[in-house]
């Protein structure tokens, strides 16, 4: 049963696993600030069990990014369009723009390992939301690719931090500022794939990564999780000191010691 389906959005919870699915394959799961309001909703709605969350698109693409009829004068149906947020106020633009990012931003929280099983197109807010997530699974079929510059825009949805560090600032540029694709074996090499698998193993890859996320207990993970995220941040010493605490905290827990 699903807990939420609404706006090209869908979550289901399987005791410890959540799916997060776009349903739109007509529009190749194009985006609207309708979905991303459900994609934020769908954040606060998971239980306290889940512990390995998966975002998958379905029909052919993942997402091919921005919805286009935001640029038309009427934009969407009850909401604003950009033309009209450009002619607001530097508060409302800045708000505005947050609110849509939210959608993208819980999918690091450090209880949560999420993973993405992206085909076909990943394009733009697509690609973003890729990037948001912990893991990429990825077709074989996959292209990668930030278009937003050629439209004069720039990647605003969280994924400019994510990208860079994933592949490095000069490439990171070069992929944004030029807009080209990126395809199964360059990403990767570079580092934005953790696996590339067929098409028709996608599924069954993202499965058994989620088997061997759930092995380990979840405190350990989410220790772990926490000092990874922190680590390129972090004084080489402090990095060390916060590694002594948590495992302090681990070692208490496994002994019955903790409060």
Not at 64 to 93: H, V
Not at 99 to 108: I, K
Not at 143 to 159: C, I, K, Y
Not at 228 to 244: F, K, N, V, W
Request: proline share 4%; with cysteine; aromatic share 6%.
């Amino acid at each position: 049963m699903a807990l939420l389906d609404k706006d090209g959005v869908r979550l289901t919870v399987d005791d410890s696993v959540a799916t997060v699915t776009l349903t739109n394959p007509a529009k190749r799961n194009a985006q609207s600030p309708a979905l991303w309001r459900a994609l934020a909703e769908a954040g606060r709605s998971l239980p306290g069990t889940v512990r390995v969350v998966v975002l998958r698109g379905e029909g052919k693409s993942f997402s091919a990014g921005l919805d286009r009829q935001a640029f038309t004068p009427e934009g969407f149906e009850g909401e604003p369009s950009f033309l009209d947020l450009a002619r607001g106020s530097d508060e409302l633009l800045d708000s505005t723009i947050a609110e849509y990012q939210e959608a993208f931003t819980w999918w690091r929280r450090n209880d949560l390992i999420s993973v993405a099983a992206v085909q076909g197109h990943a394009i733009g807010a697509g690609f973003q939301l890729a990037l948001a997530c912990d893991l990429r699974v990825v077709a074989d079929d996959v292209q990668f690719a930030m278009r937003e510059t050629s439209l004069g825009l720039v990647p605003d949805l969280a994924g400019t931090q994510p990208l860079t560090a994933l592949v490095g600032y000069a490439r990171a540029l070069e992929i944004c500022a030029t807009g080209r694709s990126v395809h199964a074996e360059e990403a990767e090499r570079v580092g934005l794939a953790n696996l590339v698998v067929p098409v028709g193993e996608l599924d069954a890859a993202v499965q058994d990564l989620t088997t061997a996320l759930l092995a380990p207990p979840r405190d350990a993970v989410i220790e772990t999780k926490s000092l990874l995220r922190d680590a390129a941040s972090r004084p080489y010493d402090d990095q060390r000191a916060a590694e002594r605490a948590a495992q302090a905290r681990r070692l208490r827990d496994l002994a019955g010691l903790s409060d």
